[in-house]
């Protein structure tokens, strides 16, 4: 287990869908920015894409008009919505929440422990 709790990964069928979320148990922090990361068997881990504060986001040029990230800050997730998915999207993925509590200028780093997406052909 890692210090966010995933779920939503397993399997699809290419051009299927996922809905990957990470949630951050408490409430007293805010969420700053966050990301989405992939390791396929093999590769080195991956940013896929990320959003910062003010909703402004990044994807990698292999993930655009396909993933979407989003959040819900009253539930302290995040999620990565997966479309038309292709089999190169096989990975495991992991999200980073960076966290700011009251009173700590440091800004925390939460992973979540990675969940398995396998895509078929």
């Known amino acids: 287990q890692g210090q966010l709790e995933e779920s939503g990964g397993g399997l699809a069928q290419a051009g299927g869908s996922l809905r990957l979320s990470c949630a951050a148990s408490?409430?007293?922090?805010?969420?700053?920015?966050m990301a989405w990361y992939r390791q396929a068997p093999g590769s080195e881990r991956e940013l896929v894409g990320s959003?910062?504060?003010?909703?402004?986001?990044n994807y990698a040029d292999s993930v655009k008009g396909r993933l979407t990230i989003s959040r819900d800050n009253v539930k302290n997730t995040v999620y990565l919505q997966m479309d038309s998915l292709k089999p190169e999207d096989t990975a495991v993925y992991y999200c980073?929440?960076?966290?700011?509590?009251?009173?700590?200028?440091?800004?925390?780093?939460?992973w979540g422990q990675g969940m398995q997406v396998t895509v078929s052909s």
């Open positions: 980073l929440l960076r966290l700011r509590f009251p009173h700590v200028s440091d800004l925390y780093n939460a």
């Open positions: 408490g409430s007293i922090f805010s969420i700053v920015d």
């Open positions: 959003m910062t504060s003010d909703g402004s986001t």
